[in-house]
């Protein structure tokens, strides 16, 4: 029998929640996905050490800072995974800019022109933002310009919504962290998937952009368990961890398939402008805090990517 893995495969785009080597050459994902979180782990990576070496070297001879080194670093690092992946790798504007719609277009262009520099062309990338309204707006200016985005930090149907509506070629809904926040709020310990808060919340947008003939891709991220990702299986892309894919990996049961465009209920569209997505978010306590917490992770991480670099400096 195949394994669970290789089942998933037949129905999802796999996608590598990682920016270790060794990891996507062993599970072959499709694509990569990385953040600040992932980067870091990735510089501590024997397999990238030689590459984060010389760039840090090409960065002190040329006189630029931990920042500047740090910025093209993030790009290196991307453009490796390129080179190990048939499909796309998402790089992510700075968390900082979050509510700067125009410095996050400046900055997403200079990442598309240093993947260039590296022979990597546009379409191989995805600007990943985060899906505040100011970012959603970014996404817009960018795809407009034929740059591909990934909406990350998706809670709520309403971020899904605005991004639709924007034209984003792909978001991407977190099921772990919500699920966390409902265990804390509810005293539970664990949900099985089919009540699971996390992979409701993701079904509901991948019904909603069925429904009404959405081209935007969903992929599901930030799982906790095997049993999360078997209950979207189905949808379009999942982005997983590589300790999640390995146990799918030496599974052999039968995968249910749980998502599909054939099974959409039909839901009717809504109008999402920018009071009504303020207001939606403002209702919702759970996407709130945690669109505000991953932004503020992933720009710490980011600073302690930028002190990594300035110690080797």
Same mark, same amino acid.
């Given at each position: 029998?195949?394994? +669970?893995?290789?089942?998933?495969?037949?129905?999802? +785009? +796999?996608?590598?929640?990682? !920016?270790?080597?060794?990891?996507?050459?062993?599970?072959?994902?499709?694509?990569?996905?990385?953040?600040?979180?992932?980067?870091?782990?990735?510089?501590?990576?024997?397999?990238?050490?030689?590459?984060?070496?010389?760039?840090?070297?090409?960065?002190?001879?040329?006189?630029?800072? $931990?920042?500047?080194?740090?910025?093209?670093?993030?790009?290196?690092?991307? $453009?490796?995974? $390129?080179?190990?992946?048939? !499909?796309?790798?998402?790089?992510?504007?700075?968390? %900082?800019?979050?509510?700067?719609?125009?410095?996050?277009? +400046?900055?997403?262009?200079? &990442?598309?022109?240093?993947?260039?520099?590296?022979?990597?062309?546009?379409?191989?990338?995805?600007?990943?933002?985060?899906?505040?309204?100011?970012?959603?707006?970014?996404?817009?200016?960018?795809?407009?310009?034929?740059?591909?985005?990934?909406?990350?930090?998706?809670?709520?149907?309403?971020? $899904?919504?605005?991004?639709?509506?924007?034209?984003?070629?792909? &978001?991407?809904?977190?099921?772990?962290?919500?699920?966390?926040?409902?265990?804390?709020?509810?005293?539970?310990?664990?949900?099985?998937?089919?009540?699971?808060?996390?992979?409701?919340?993701?079904?509901?947008?991948?019904?909603?952009?069925?429904?009404? !003939?959405?081209?935007?891709?969903?992929?599901?991220?930030?799982?906790?368990?095997?049993?999360?990702?078997?209950?979207?299986?189905? %949808?379009?892309?999942?982005?997983?961890?590589?300790? /999640? /894919?390995?146990?799918?990996?030496?599974?052999?049961?039968?995968?249910?398939?749980?998502? @599909?465009?054939?099974?959409?209920?039909?839901?009717?569209?809504?109008?999402?402008?920018?009071?009504?997505?303020?207001?939606?978010?403002?209702?919702?306590?759970?996407?709130?805090?945690?669109? @505000?917490?991953? &932004?503020?992770?992933?720009?710490?991480?980011?600073?302690? /990517?930028?002190?990594?670099?300035?110690?080797?400096?």
């Amino acid at each position: 029998m195949k394994s +669970v893995l290789d089942q998933l495969r037949e129905m999802t +785009v +796999v996608v590598a929640d990682t !920016g270790e080597v060794e990891a996507v050459k062993t599970y072959q994902p499709v694509d990569c996905t990385t953040n600040p979180s992932l980067v870091l782990a990735a510089i501590k990576d024997t397999a990238s050490s030689a590459l984060i070496a010389d760039e840090i070297d090409q960065g002190r001879a040329a006189g630029l800072n $931990a920042e500047q080194i740090t910025d093209l670093l993030t790009v290196a690092v991307g $453009a490796q995974l $390129a080179g190990l992946v048939p !499909g796309r790798v998402s790089t992510e504007v700075d968390a %900082c800019l979050s509510f700067d719609t125009d410095a996050s277009v +400046v900055r997403a262009r200079d &990442i598309i022109a240093e993947y260039a520099k590296r022979g990597i062309s546009k379409d191989r990338i995805l600007i990943k933002l985060a899906a505040t309204w100011e970012g959603i707006r970014a996404a817009e200016v960018l795809q407009a310009d034929g740059i591909d985005c990934n909406l990350t930090l998706i809670f709520a149907k309403a971020q $899904a919504i605005a991004c639709a509506d924007a034209g984003a070629f792909l &978001i991407s809904p977190f099921v772990g962290r919500i699920t966390d926040w409902f265990k804390k709020a509810e005293g539970r310990d664990s949900y099985e998937p089919n009540e699971d808060p996390g992979v409701l919340s993701v079904r509901a947008i991948y019904d909603y952009y069925k429904s009404n !003939g959405i081209k935007t891709i969903v992929m599901g991220a930030s799982f906790r368990s095997v049993d999360q990702i078997k209950g979207l299986a189905g %949808c379009d892309n999942l982005t997983i961890a590589p300790k /999640l /894919l390995e146990i799918m990996a030496n599974q052999d049961e039968t995968l249910e398939r749980v998502l @599909s465009p054939d099974t959409a209920t039909g839901v009717a569209a809504v109008s999402m402008g920018e009071a009504e997505f303020r207001w939606a978010l403002n209702a919702d306590p759970m996407a709130t805090e945690k669109l @505000s917490d991953g &932004i503020r992770n992933f720009d710490a991480d980011h600073k302690k /990517l930028i002190a990594l670099v300035a110690e080797r400096l």
